[in-house]
C-alpha cells in the first residue's frame, strides 16, 4: 500500500515540477557566434538563428544609390573599426534597393575589414523583444548590427515604444558592440493619421506628435530612396548581365528591361532584379549569388 502512496506522490511531484518548467518557458539557448555571419533572432528560446547562406548581392551590383551607400559603408566601417558609429533609418521608395544595400554592405566591410561583424535580422513583429535581445549582446564580444527590414507602425501599435528604449539603451545606454539599421517605407515610421489622432484627443496636442516623431530622432542617420531614373534603371541592368554574363547584345537588353518595366509600372531595383532572373531563367543560366 506504501508503495503505492509513493507512486502517486513522485507522480503528482512530476506533474508540478513540469507546470513549472513551462510556466518558466523553454531555457535560453547556447548561441554560436562562429556558426554564422548572419542571424535571425527568435525570441521564443531566446535563440539566435544561425542564416549559413543569406539573401544577398555584391555591393558591386548595386546602382543608382551611389550617396546613400557610401554614407552607410562609412558608418558601418567605423562601427566595425569600434569607433563611433549612428543608428540608421533607411527610408524612401519601393524596391530601390534598401534592405539589398544594408546586407551587402555588411558583407563588403566584414571582408575588407576582417572584423568579426555580425547581422541579426529582428522581425517586425517580435521588435517588444529588443530589450531582452540587447541584454544577451551586450554580454558578448561581437560587434552586432540588429536589422530590421520593412519597419512601420500602425494605429494602436504600441509596439514602438520598446523599439524607442532599446534605440536608447535606458538608463544603460545602448551597448557599445550594438547598431540598429531598419528599412522603411515611411520617414516617421508611423502613419498620418496615427499622429493625427494622438494630436486630436491629447491634453497637449503638441507634445503628442512630438512623442510619435521623436522615435525616427533615435537614428542618427537618415537615408532616402528615391524612384530610379531610366539611366539609372539601365544601368543596373547592365551590371547584373555583366556580372552574371548573360551575353545578350545592349540594344535588345535595353529594349527587354524598358518593356518589362512597363508592365511592371514603374522602374526600381526591384523590377530589374525581377527581370534579370526572367531573362537567365529564359536563356538556362544560373544566378549564383554571393
Not at 88 to 115: F, I, P, Y
Not at 116 to 134: M, Q, T, Y
Not at 217 to 244: E, N, P, V
Not at 268 to 282: E, P
Request: hydrophobic share 40%.
Amino acid at each position: 500500500m506504501s508503495d503505492d502512496i509513493n507512486a502517486q506522490v513522485l507522480a503528482e511531484i512530476r506533474r508540478l515540477a513540469d507546470a513549472v518548467e513551462r510556466l518558466a518557458g523553454p531555457p535560453p539557448a547556447v548561441n554560436d557566434w562562429n556558426a554564422a555571419d548572419c542571424f535571425v533572432w527568435v525570441p521564443a528560446n531566446l535563440k539566435l538563428q544561425p542564416v549559413p547562406r543569406p539573401n544577398r548581392i555584391a555591393l558591386t551590383l548595386i546602382r543608382g544609390v551611389d550617396h546613400v551607400r557610401d554614407i552607410l559603408h562609412e558608418n558601418t566601417l567605423r562601427f566595425a573599426e569600434g569607433y563611433p558609429a549612428n543608428n540608421v533609418l533607411l527610408w524612401g521608395a519601393r524596391g530601390m534597393g534598401k534592405s539589398s544595400l544594408v546586407k551587402a554592405v555588411h558583407e563588403d566591410v566584414r571582408s575588407v575589414t576582417g572584423v568579426s561583424l555580425k547581422l541579426v535580422e529582428v522581425h517586425r513583429e517580435d521588435i517588444a523583444s529588443l530589450p531582452g535581445l540587447l541584454d544577451i549582446l551586450k554580454s558578448s564580444a561581437q560587434r552586432v548590427i540588429l536589422f530590421c527590414d520593412d519597419l512601420s507602425f500602425d494605429h494602436d501599435d504600441t509596439a514602438y515604444k520598446s523599439l524607442k528604449a532599446a534605440l536608447d539603451g535606458g538608463i544603460e545606454g545602448r551597448p557599445d558592440n550594438v547598431l540598429f539599421y531598419a528599412t522603411s517605407n515611411r520617414r516617421h515610421l508611423l502613419p498620418r493619421n496615427m499622429m493625427e489622432n494622438e494630436q486630436s484627443t491629447a491634453i497637449n496636442p503638441s507634445e503628442a506628435v512630438e512623442e510619435k516623431v521623436s522615435l525616427s530622432d533615435r537614428f542618427g542617420l537618415w537615408l532616402g530612396f528615391h524612384k530610379c531614373s531610366q539611366d539609372d534603371y539601365l544601368a543596373m541592368i547592365d551590371g547584373y548581365a555583366t556580372h552574371f554574363e548573360l551575353g545578350l547584345d545592349q540594344s535588345t537588353l535595353h529594349a527587354q528591361a524598358l518593356e518589362w518595366a512597363t508592365t511592371r509600372g514603374g522602374r526600381s531595383g526591384r523590377v530589374a532584379w525581377q527581370y534579370i532572373q526572367d531573362l537567365a531563367g529564359r536563356m538556362r543560366k544560373p544566378l549564383d549569388r554571393i
